[in-house]
C-alpha cells in the first residue's frame, strides 16, 4: 500500500515517515499544487495527505484512492462530492488547534482594541507618545458577535468570559438551547451585526458563506466596530473590508486569512487600524505535531480497515 503527500510545508515528513513505516505502508511526498499535478502524483496510491493542494473530481476519476486526508479542519480544497461518489474517505483533523484558534482570535482582537501593533511602530520610529493611538475604549461590557459556532467559537466564548464581554452568536446550524447553555445569546445575522462591537469570524467557508462578510455588512455594523477573521478568507470581501476601513464605516480589523495566500495586493495590511498574521492561527508547536499524527494515523487506519476517526463524509 502506498501514501502520497500531495504537498507540504514542513521541513521534513519525519512523523509520516515514522508512522507509515509502522503501518508497513509506502509513503511518497510531492509538491503537486494543481488537480493535473495531485493527479499525476497520486498515480498508483492508496491514499492522499493534502494540505493545500487541490483535490477535484479529475483526481478521483484518474486513481483508485480509497482516502483522503486533510492536514487541517477546512476540507473545501478537496472536493467532497466526488470523493463520496468514488467511494473515498475524507478525512480531517477538526479538534486539533481549538485553543491556538481561540487565542489567536483573542490575540488579534485585544491588539485592535489597544493599539498594539500601532504603538509598537511608533515606538520603534523613535516616537513615545500614548496619544497616537487615541481613542481606545474599555474592553469589559462590550458586546462580541461570533459568526459560527463550532468548537473554536465556543472556546472563545469560554475566553470571553474572563473579559466580562457579552456574547451573540449566530449560525444557523446552532439551536438557541446549545447557544444558551454556553452562555450566549443566539441571533439573526443582521442583529448580531448591529449588536456587536467585535465581530469574530469562525465560519467555514461554502457557498453561502462565500462573502457574506461584504459592503452591505460593514454598513450594518458600528463605525468603531472591529473584525476578526481567522477563519477562511473567502467568508470575507477583502475589497469591501478594505473600502470600510479606508471609509470610517468599521473601526478596525485583525487578519489572520486571505482568499489568496500570499496575497498579491498588500494594499490592507498598509492600513493604521488593520492588525495582520501570515495564517498561523492553528500554530504551536503542539498543534503541529497533533496535526500531522492525527491525520497520518486515519489515513494508516483506514488502509488497514479501521473505522475513520474525523470522517468528513458518509460512504455507503
Given at each position: ?57 479529475s ?54 482594541v489597544r ?10 520610529d ?158 504551536s ?28 463524509n458518509?460512504?455507503?
Amino acid at each position: 500500500m502506498k501514501v502520497v503527500v500531495t504537498d507540504y510545508d514542513f521541513p521534513d515528513l519525519s512523523i509520516e515517515r515514522e508512522l507509515a513505516e509502522e503501518a508497513g505502508v509506502e509513503l511518497e511526498a510531492a509538491q503537486a499544487k494543481s488537480p493535473d499535478e495531485v493527479a499525476a502524483a497520486a498515480e498508483g496510491a492508496d491514499a492522499l495527505l493534502v494540505q493545500y493542494a487541490r483535490v477535484d473530481e479529475s483526481v478521483f476519476e484518474s486513481t483508485d484512492l480509497r482516502a483522503v486526508g486533510r492536514y487541517g479542519i477546512g476540507v473545501d480544497s478537496v472536493d467532497v462530492e466526488a470523493a463520496t461518489e468514488h467511494g473515498v474517505s475524507v478525512l480531517n483533523v477538526p479538534a486539533y488547534c481549538i485553543d491556538e484558534v481561540s487565542t489567536h482570535a483573542f490575540s488579534l482582537l485585544l491588539a485592535c482594541v489597544r493599539n498594539v501593533a500601532r504603538y509598537d511602530r511608533e515606538i520603534r520610529d523613535g516616537t513615545w507618545d500614548w496619544t497616537v493611538g487615541k481613542p481606545i475604549r474599555r474592553f469589559a461590557g462590550r458586546t462580541l458577535g461570533l459568526a459560527g459556532f463550532g468548537k473554536i467559537p465556543r472556546a472563545v466564548t469560554e475566553k470571553a468570559r474572563a473579559f466580562d464581554l457579552d456574547v451573540v452568536v449566530y449560525d444557523p446550524y446552532v439551536d438557541a438551547e446549545d447557544v444558551e447553555s454556553h452562555g450566549a445569546e443566539k441571533v439573526e445575522f443582521e442583529e448580531l451585526l448591529e449588536r456587536s462591537d467585535f465581530v469574530s469570524v469562525h465560519a467555514p467557508l461554502t457557498e453561502e458563506t462565500e462573502r457574506m462578510f461584504d459592503a452591505d455588512a460593514f454598513d450594518a455594523m458600528d463605525d468603531a466596530a472591529i473584525l476578526v477573521n481567522t477563519a477562511r478568507g473567502s467568508v470575507v470581501d477583502v475589497d469591501d473590508l478594505y473600502d470600510a476601513l479606508t471609509g470610517g464605516r468599521i473601526g478596525g480589523a485583525g487578519i489572520d486569512v486571505m482568499p489568496t495566500e500570499p496575497p498579491e495586493d498588500r494594499s490592507l495590511f498598509e492600513l493604521e487600524n488593520v492588525v495582520a498574521t501570515p495564517h498561523v492561527s492553528w500554530y504551536s508547536e503542539d498543534s503541529y505535531e497533533e496535526l500531522r499524527r492525527t491525520v497520518t494515523s486515519d489515513v494508516l487506519g483506514v488502509l488497514h480497515g479501521d473505522e475513520p476517526q474525523n470522517p468528513v463524509n458518509e460512504l455507503d
